[in-house]
């Protein structure tokens, strides 16, 4: 089911107010986010976002080379939309990082583009609004268990997977300060 999910043709266009379940997935599938400092990267991002209040995070997981995040896009960036931010403002600094710490690895990204030299993340993000709280149960559960499938293996136990929302939801146990409940939102 994963990669039928995430083969799908993407729709990555969000509304404002609209709670979504979204993918985004590192270029050419690279495994850029087995590193804790790449996957810090994105928790103070969402951080960020979340405290000037363009975005309520509801559930997330970080895996090597994607994230799932059940989010809410509540007003502009500036003049952009929050998940666009997001994406530039993460390229940035895996580009400072993979400068400062891997310039071999960094070159896996270059792309040959009239805009940009480096690409971080496909194009194509996947958005799913999410319209029940069944639904939103369903995605939580999908993300949660993402760790531990045959596949990844990263974790014998959902709660032993530190980058993830799973401890919010099982144990009440809130290590992240974006995470908002989403069974409060239906």
């Not at 609209?18 to 928790?43: G, P």
């Amino acid at each position: 089911m994963q990669n039928e999910l995430l083969k799908q043709n993407r729709k990555s266009h969000i509304e404002l107010g609209e709670i979504v379940f979204w993918t985004a997935t590192i270029h050419k599938w690279i495994k850029l986010l087995e590193d804790d400092n790449y996957k810090d990267v994105i928790l103070d991002s969402l951080n960020y976002l979340s405290e000037i209040k363009c975005i309520d995070v509801f559930g997330f997981v970080i895996m090597p080379n994607h994230i799932h995040l059940i989010w809410r896009i509540n007003r502009l960036n500036g003049t952009e939309l929050p998940h666009k931010s997001f994406l530039k403002h993460t390229a940035h600094k895996f580009k400072e990082l993979l400068k400062n710490e891997e310039v071999k690895r960094l070159l896996l990204f270059n792309v040959n583009a009239s805009n940009k030299n480096f690409e971080f993340w496909k194009r194509d993000s996947l958005a799913i609004r999410i319209f029940s709280p069944e639904m939103a149960l369903q995605k939580l559960n999908y993300i949660h268990n993402n760790p531990v499938t045959e596949h990844w293996q990263l974790a014998v136990d959902v709660f032993d997977y530190k980058y993830s929302s799973a401890l919010f939801y099982e144990k009440e146990i809130n290590t992240y300060s974006f995470l908002k409940d989403i069974r409060n939102e239906f």
